[in-house]
């Protein structure tokens, strides 16, 4: 067994992830493991690399299905237009008051004179966050040239969860409306995930007086975004699906 969380959960995190990023995750994920030998799988439940092996193997066949991608597919493209104004407008401001500061002599991160490119609402969420703790780092600054940046930052904190809220209550409804084929797939994914972040985190705990070792257990082809990225380097075979493989 990959986890406890029930179906409901995982068919919201798989939801989240194209099938294709996936398996090829978990290739590379699952050769570096094997790679690693013993030392990991003796972190690991047994057998759990062969039964990650099996769940890879499982969504690389129902992402053939044609409901399930047609569904996977109108997922991702209702999540990248939910991204609303407010929050574009909001950075537009943000983006605005720091220039200024940065024509005043003072030092910005880059971050909060750009506008960035985010198209889906994690993306958007995630550069909002990092927008909002910025500015509290560099308030003391920004009011040297201009109004107190606190109402700034209420605002975006309000913006950041009406988004969230939002972004959660329209992913149940899509959820809620998809057929039983599409959240059995969804759910699928989301079990490959668990997996691979277990196998991760085993990753980090072996290899935690190595840092570069142990950051080559990470997620950066699952999390490429809009084009295609190179697997980490080395890149080992993925492992056959066999107990074998658990044991090593």
């Given at each position: 067994?990959?986890?406890n969380q029930p179906?409901?959960?995982?068919?919201?995190?798989?939801?989240?992830?194209?099938?294709a990023h996936l398996v090829q995750q978990a290739g590379y994920t699952l050769?570096?493991?094997?790679?690693a030998g013993t030392p990991l799988a003796g972190l690991l439940p047994a057998n759990f690399l062969a039964e990650a092996a099996r769940v890879r193997d499982d969504v690389d066949k129902l992402r053939q299905d044609k409901t399930a991608m047609t569904a996977e597919a109108r997922q991702a493209t209702g999540t990248q237009n939910s991204a609303v104004r407010e929050v574009k407008d909001w950075r537009r401001t943000v983006v605005s008051r720091c220039l200024r500061a940065v024509h005043a002599g003072l030092a910005m991160p880059d971050e909060l004179t750009q506008m960035g490119n985010q198209r889906t609402v994690p993306d958007v969420l995630e550069a909002l966050s990092k927008t909002i703790r910025l500015l509290?780092?560099?308030a003391a600054a920004l009011a040297t040239i201009g109004p107190d940046v606190?109402?700034?930052?209420?605002s975006g904190s309000k913006l950041y969860q009406a988004l969230d809220q939002a972004d959660n209550t329209q992913e149940q409804t899509r959820s809620a409306q998809l057929p039983a084929a599409a959240i059995a797939f969804n759910a699928k994914k989301g079990e490959l995930y668990a997996a691979l972040k277990i196998i991760n985190e085993a990753g980090h705990e072996l290899f935690t007086k190595d840092p570069e070792a142990s950051a080559r257990y990470n997620l950066s082809l699952l999390y490429r975004r809009g084009h295609a990225a190179a697997a980490p380097e080395p890149t080992p075979p993925a492992p056959a699906p066999s107990p074998a493989v658990g044991n090593a």
């Open positions: 067994m990959i986890t179906q409901a959960q995982l068919a919201a995190i798989g939801a989240r992830h194209r099938a050769g570096i493991a094997a790679l509290k780092e560099n606190a109402p700034l930052i209420e």
